[in-house]
């Protein structure tokens, strides 16, 4: 079997290249600093793709990439990575949250330093030969206040250090708890307005979205108190540099520290360059040994458990599944994904509506991937090879076909069972599924309300007959005429003498005269395969 490739994008730390290369289980090729055309000319080789947040992958970049699977960004931010478009072709994106925070924080804290102080331009002065004390007279950090937009993992560790220097701290973020808050010890405020103009500093760390960009703009800059001063090591994108540089040059904003920029590396005549006020550094927030290794390894680790073993961590666009539970849960995969290729033959094409209903042990499952492998066996008839379960939820919300779970309490004769149905308009289509024996073999046991056994597996022949002496056996001619063998055959029928539905294991596909031949007794009203 042909080893699975990773390119490694962007600098990572040897030992994280060493533990995806371990075992060579996985080819590790390292090309850092690509343009985005050699990276088109190379992805369609590689299953997985490690990048931190140089490289771009564009949409481009994923039209190219054929057999990607993964893509492992060796830290937090995924804004360079073009998400929908990933989930779209199905690539799992995973980031290493955690990995950086204490290197960031810290960064960040002494960003926060170095401006109250001027350090780096009293550094730049002693080293011109001057010894300007008054023009660098700072201020303390003591009983100020600092402005946190973005209490996450790094938001918290700079509160605490900020605590520790007897700042009081006020924090913005829509999704802080009032309890989380208190135990950070900062006030949390509700809105951006209302908590700038209380601040001395102000820093951010929070991720690049359509909500944060720009989210310190010039109307925001001006109800900052005057003389704020303000860090950003998150993303460029959540200050305007325009309006921070006005802000700059009139004393608005004493001071600035910018880690990242809207557009990285700078352009040469990047403006805020020539402010005396303001100091740079070339995005180092995860830039410490400690941090490299962390995310290196973590994300060399991701990847593998990825590629080798079917375990999802730390995925912003697909439900985590740890390898425990990715064992559990694999054999009800396949049966979902068996009911759903099935439900998809039967069913007419435009569907409203699928209910993934789980009975017996199944209600203790993690529904979501289940889930997501019905919807993907039902929906690959209609999207082809490319749906899976990354992106399967956006194919069904685009073709308007409602998903529901249900956890179902009944008593059946089953232990464990999956049931999928699918409603077009009034008309419905339904399959449950369970384990056999002592190997937990799948088997279909409801189709359309009716008990019948099959084999989720191979050729399966659907006949609706009347319940009459000597129809199987006239089935069993026919079929042994075309040298078509039976592997099993179950018989549901609603009384006797009523209507039967009989499904058939074959051997072979039988051709198209043969359910022709079926069709022509006129005992049987029905007769369709199925390939699973
Ligand atoms: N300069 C650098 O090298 C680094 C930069 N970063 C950046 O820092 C950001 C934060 O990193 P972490 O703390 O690890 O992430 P995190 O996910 O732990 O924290 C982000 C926080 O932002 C909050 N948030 C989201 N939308 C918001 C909004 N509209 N308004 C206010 N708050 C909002 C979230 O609720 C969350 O608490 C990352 O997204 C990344 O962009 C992260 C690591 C290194
Ligand atoms: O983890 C993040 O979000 C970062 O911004 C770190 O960026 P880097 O991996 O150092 O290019």
Not at 255 to 284: G, K, M, Q, Y
Not at 416 to 436: Q, Y
Not at 437 to 465: H, Y
Not at 472 to 495: C, F, P, Q, W, Y
């Amino acid at each position: 079997m042909e080893i699975p490739k990773v390119l490694v994008a962007d600098p990572v730390s040897q030992r994280g290249v060493d533990e995806l290369a371990a075992g060579g289980a996985l080819e590790v090729v390292v090309k850092t600093g690509l343009p985005e055309a050699e990276i088109i000319k190379i992805i369609p080789e590689f299953s997985a793709l490690v990048v931190r947040s140089q490289t771009k992958v564009t949409a481009n970049v994923l039209e190219a990439a054929s057999k990607l699977k993964v893509i492992g960004r060796a830290g937090v931010g995924v804004d360079n990575v073009n998400v929908d478009a990933a989930t779209k072709r199905g690539v799992i994106v995973m980031n290493t949250p955690g990995g950086n925070t204490i290197s960031t924080a810290e960064h960040a804290f002494s960003l926060l330093v170095s401006i109250a102080r001027s350090i780096p331009q009293a550094d730049a002065s002693v080293k011109a030969g001057k010894w300007d004390r008054k023009k660098y007279e700072g201020v303390e950090l003591y009983n100020k206040s600092l402005g946190i937009l973005g209490m996450g993992r790094i938001g918290s560790e700079i509160a605490r250090r900020a605590i520790a220097f007897g700042m009081r701290v006020f924090a913005y973020d829509p999704y802080l708890s009032s309890s989380k808050a208190r135990s950070l010890q900062v006030e949390l405020v509700e809105n951006v307005d209302d908590l700038l103009p209380h601040c001395d500093f102000i820093t951010m760390h929070m991720p690049l979205t359509d909500e944060t960009h720009h989210i310190l703009d010039e109307r925001r800059l001006g109800l900052c108190r005057k003389g704020v001063r303000i860090v950003n090591c998150a993303r460029g994108g959540l200050i305007d540099e325009a309006a921070l540089g006005v802000a700059l040059q009139s004393g608005q904003v004493a001071a600035a520290a910018l880690d990242v920029f809207e557009v990285e590396p700078p352009p040469a005549d990047f403006a805020l360059r020539s402010l005396p006020n303001i100091v740079f550094t070339p995005h180092l927030g995860a830039s410490t040994a400690e941090a490299q290794e962390n995310v290196g390894i973590e994300i060399a680790q991701a990847i593998r458990a990825a590629l080798l073993e079917g375990e999802i961590r730390n995925a912003v666009n697909m439900p985590s599944i740890d390898a425990k539970t990715a064992a559990v849960v694999k054999p009800f995969l396949t049966l979902a994904d068996k009911l759903g290729r099935f439900a998809a033959q039967l069913a007419p094409k435009r569907n409203d509506r699928i209910v993934i209903t789980y009975g017996g042990k199944a209600v203790e499952l993690p529904t979501e991937g289940v889930t997501r492998a019905a919807l993907t066996g039902f929906l690959k008839t209609a999207g082809g090879e490319e749906v899976n379960s990354v992106n399967v939820r956006t194919m069904a919300s685009t073709l308007g076909l409602l998903v529901e779970e249900v956890k179902s309490t009944e008593q059946t004769d089953f232990n464990e069972w999956l049931h999928v149905a699918v409603w077009s308009g009034d008309s419905k289509v339904s399959l449950g599924g369970t384990f056999f024996g002592a190997k937990n073999e799948p088997r279909i046991v409801r189709l359309n309300g009716r008990s019948i056994e099959a084999e989720p597996e191979g050729v399966i022949l659907l006949l609706e007959n009347n319940d009459v002496p000597g129809i199987v056996g006239k089935v069993g001619t026919i079929l042994g005429k075309h040298k078509v063998n039976i592997a099993s055959m179950s018989l549901s029928r609603d009384e006797a003498g009523g209507q039967a539905l009989t499904v058939l294991n074959l051997d072979s596909a039988p051709a198209s005269e043969v359910i022709q031949e079926l069709l022509s007794h006129p005992e049987i009203s029905a007769a369709r395969i199925i390939q699973l």
